[in-house]
């Protein structure tokens, strides 16, 4: 009786099943990255804006502003990651 019941699932685990159709699900990815890294972000960015400002660098404070301001663009306002993505994706030619 166990005998019969290994060997049925041995056999059950050795039939090559269906491959899956519809892929990875990254449904939320996006919203997810945004939520777990905007604190972060908005962390360093402060903690090095007060950094320049302290030691009077105000040409590399300007500098960081704008990059900041770039990265923050770029992770959120709606679309970017997604289009940014697919982008990259067909570049490397992956459908």
């Known amino acids: 009786m166990i005998?019969?019941?290994i060997v049925?699932?041995?056999l059950e685990l050795v039939t090559p099943s269906?491959?899956?159709t519809g892929g990875v699900n990254t449904a939320g990815l996006a919203d997810f990255l945004r939520k777990f890294f905007a604190p972060l972000f908005l962390v360093?960015?402060?903690v090095v804006a007060i950094f320049f400002l302290f030691t009077r660098e105000i040409t590399r404070f300007v500098q960081f502003i704008i990059l900041a301001v770039?990265?923050?663009v770029i992770f959120y306002v709606p679309n970017v990651?997604?289009?940014t993505a697919r982008a990259i994706a067909g570049a490397l030619g992956i459908k």
């Open 8 to 10: 049925d699932n041995a």
């Open 44 to 46: 360093v960015v402060s």
């Open 3 to 5: 005998l019969k019941i």
């Open 81 to 83: 990651i997604e289009v």
């Open 18 to 20: 269906a491959p899956p």
């Open 70 to 72: 770039a990265i923050g």
